[in-house]
T-cell receptor, first 115, second 113 residues
Framework: AQSVTQLGSHVSVSEGALVLLRCNYS??????LFWYVQYPNQGLQLLLK??????LVKGINGFEAEFKKSETSFHLTKPSAHMSDAAEYFC?????????????FGKGTTLSVSS | DSGVTQTPKHLITATGQRVTLRCSPR?????VYWYQQSLDQGLQFLIQ???????AKGNILERFSAQQFPDLHSELNLSSLELGDSALYFC????????????FGQGTRLTVV
């Protein structure tokens, strides 16, 4: 069964610092991988996704993630944090199969950004 | 605005009651997904419908049921409510499966008292 582990439920960085949010997945077949962001009192918004092809994926708001099959990882990074990046981030995995597909989410990482 | 509409935004009800949550997907999206978000369980996949048919089932309780209507809107029915059912319920829609981008509604916050 597919699963996602997000290391660190809470990450704190200073404005301008590197953001690194860790995600490891477990999947029996090549997975589709996603990062979503949730701002307070809002729904989830897609940051980026990996399906096939280039392993370095660029998303919105300056975020990017690298798919590393050998490490079963899909870590999210941003070179320079901004105060507006403070939110909860979810890594997710899905498998496309005949029975339908669904995103399986990690438990989330709350990102705090201080000035 | 994701284009996915969920109503109501907030719902307060008593234990033992039944409620219905409604979701209108983005125009053209055939797949609808329901998720439950709580502090202790995180985001849990409940059920998926594709063009009116159930396609995948997650951790959905027997007291919960859902359906997708011909106009593609979906309803999640929660019955015999318990305090532990208090959570944020999200609907998401996508063109096909979740490997295509899924768009989430703003959720319905259910409080069972």
């Amino acid at each position: 069964a597919q699963s996602v582990t997000q290391l660190g439920s809470h990450v704190s960085v200073s404005e301008g610092a590197l953001v690194l949010l860790r995600c490891n997945y477990s999947s029996s077949v090549p997975p589709y991988l996603f990062w979503y962001v949730q701002y307070p009192n809002q729904g989830l918004q897609l940051l980026l996704k990996y399906t096939t092809g280039a392993t370095l994926v660029k998303g919105i708001n300056g975020f990017e993630a690298e798919f590393k099959k050998s490490e079963t990882s899909f870590h999210l990074t941003k070179p320079s944090a901004h105060m507006s990046d403070a939110a909860e981030y979810f890594c997710a995995v899905s498998e496309d199969n005949q029975a339908g597909t669904a995103l399986i989410f990690g438990k989330g990482t709350t990102l705090s950004v201080s000035s | 605005d994701s284009g996915v509409t969920q109503t109501p935004k907030h719902l307060i009800t008593a234990t033992g009651q039944r409620v219905t949550l409604r979701c209108s997907p983005r125009s053209g999206d055939l797949s609808v997904y329901w998720y439950q978000q709580s502090l202790d369980q995180g985001l849990q996949f409940l059920i998926q419908y594709y063009n009116g048919e159930e396609r995948a089932k997650g951790n959905i309780l027997e007291r919960f049921s859902a359906q997708q209507f011909p106009d593609l809107h979906s309803e999640l029915n929660l019955s015999s409510l318990e305090l532990g059912d208090s959570a944020l319920y999200f609907c998401a829609s996508s063109v096909r499966g979740m490997n295509t981008e899924a768009f989430f509604g703003q959720g319905t916050r259910l409080t069972v008292v």
